[in-house]
């Protein structure tokens, strides 16, 4: 039984999500603060992923990231990087699809949240980046544990976008998802099982811990 | 000396009407700010704090300018640094009641002595949420005072505490007012509330 799927699968979760966190914090704050036009149409970019069928996000990252035209062969000319076929493309290919569950959840949170917090801590003298730090984020720790966790749990389960942009290749781009697939493909269903009870397992566990540690407090991913 | 004139638009139930407000506070005063609800009153401390900006209107706080829309000068919340009492208190629910002063000072003597005044001592690691009504209160005043203050604003106070807890911590305010020459904007309903505490009142209807 090969496990290196499930590896590479966690793998492709852990850095999505570390990488969204970093992003998406910053953005959900940005974009809890007010409206503008502008706005509208990033957060319509940002949420289109839930929408879009997957294979339409991956055929067309698959167009820009090819390396025999435009903004791919720049890239494998000038830095000589590749996001076709490779793990740093599933993981560019993740980060875009998976961002709207950690953004959306953050700034929803950020916008529950009295405006007087943010006014109360200006007051006293501190900038936006402290008044962000110490006293928006911790009082958003909730929602932040859920947007960490359904980011983790949605990464493990991508199928369609990862197997247009990274294929099927073992060790590099063949993830659980796609091994599942493929298991069936061959008709071997004791493969597949396995995969899958592994990969409902981890999912199931990660749920349930959201709840525990946010002491039943915790929006569920389908409110 | 705080010099305001301000004129700002306001959306009331009756439609629209105008907050024209011109006024001088000599340094170290304390005035009462009252009126109808909706009239104001709390958008006016708003637009001295910075949070709201008014169509028309000059701020001058003794020798610097905070606000004057004919100069485009708008100084933002955090360089005025006026102590401001929230009406909702605006605690942090992270904090507990040492965090919110530590948070606000970094002279631990002042933060013991506020303690003391507001008779929090006792209570220093509790957060918000564990407090009464009357304690979230004083919280919110110890943290306006921590500053040290030179134009504290304060909307409804003092509206959560009993009468004898009134009495008593106007009573010991008025003596740090004095200590750090505070000049104080109080907005209250109640018309025995501040008696003989003010030096003067501003009508806002």
Do not use: C
Request: glycine share 6%; hydrophobic share 50%; aromatic share 10%.
């Amino acid at each position: 039984m090969d496990l290196s799927p499930i590896w590479l699968t966690l793998k492709l979760a852990a850095i999505t999500t570390l990488l969204l966190l970093i992003a998406g914090l910053p953005v959900a704050w940005w974009l809890s603060r007010g409206r503008s036009f502008f706005k509208t149409i990033i957060e319509a970019i940002i949420t289109m992923p839930l929408v879009l069928p997957p294979s339409v996000l991956g055929f067309y990252l698959l167009l820009a990231f090819s390396p025999r035209h435009g903004l791919g062969k720049w890239l494998q000319d000038a830095f000589d990087v590749q996001f076709v076929f490779s793990f740093q493309g599933l993981v560019l290919a993740s980060f875009i699809y998976s961002m709207p569950f950690m953004v959306g959840p953050i700034k929803s949170a950020l916008q529950q949240l009295p405006v007087s917090l943010s006014q109360a801590s200006y007051i006293l003298g501190k900038t936006k980046w402290q008044t962000f730090k110490s006293v928006l984020v911790p009082n958003i720790k909730p929602s932040i544990l859920t947007a960490i966790v359904l980011t983790f749990a949605h990464t493990l389960g991508e199928f369609g976008v990862v197997l247009m942009i990274g294929g099927n290749i073992p060790g590099v781009t063949r993830v659980a998802s796609i091994a599942v697939y493929d298991s069936v493909e061959r008709m071997d269903y004791p493969a597949a099982n396995t995969y899958s009870l592994i990969l409902f397992s981890i999912t199931f566990l990660m749920v349930i811990s959201v709840f525990v540690f946010n002491k039943y407090q915790a929006k569920s991913p389908l409110e | 000396m705080i010099s305001i004139a301000i004129e700002k638009k306001l959306k009331v139930y009756q439609g629209r009407q105008v907050l024209k407000i011109e006024r001088q506070f000599p340094a170290g005063s304390i005035t009462k700010i009252y009126g109808p609800s909706g009239s104001g009153k709390t958008t006016f401390l708003k637009i001295i704090t910075g949070f709201i900006t008014p169509e028309k209107g000059k701020i001058l706080v003794d020798d610097s300018t905070w606000l004057d829309t004919d100069l485009n000068i708008n100084i933002p919340p955090q360089k005025r640094m006026p102590g401001f009492v929230f009406q909702d208190y605006a605690l942090f629910p992270n904090m507990t009641i040492r965090e919110h002063l530590e948070y606000a000072t970094t002279d631990k003597d002042w933060i013991v002595r506020l303690l003391l005044l507001g008779k929090l001592d006792t209570l220093i690691d509790h957060k918000p949420i564990h407090l009464s009504g009357g304690q979230q209160q004083r919280l919110a005043i110890l943290r306006a005072l921590a500053i040290k203050p030179k134009l504290l604003l304060m909307d409804e106070p003092f509206s959560a505490l009993d009468p004898e807890m009134k009495t008593e911590l106007i009573e010991e305010l008025t003596i740090v007012f004095k200590e750090i020459g505070a000049t104080v904007l109080i907005v209250s309903h109640n018309p025995q509330e501040l008696e003989g505490l003010v030096d003067g009142e501003l009508l806002i209807v």
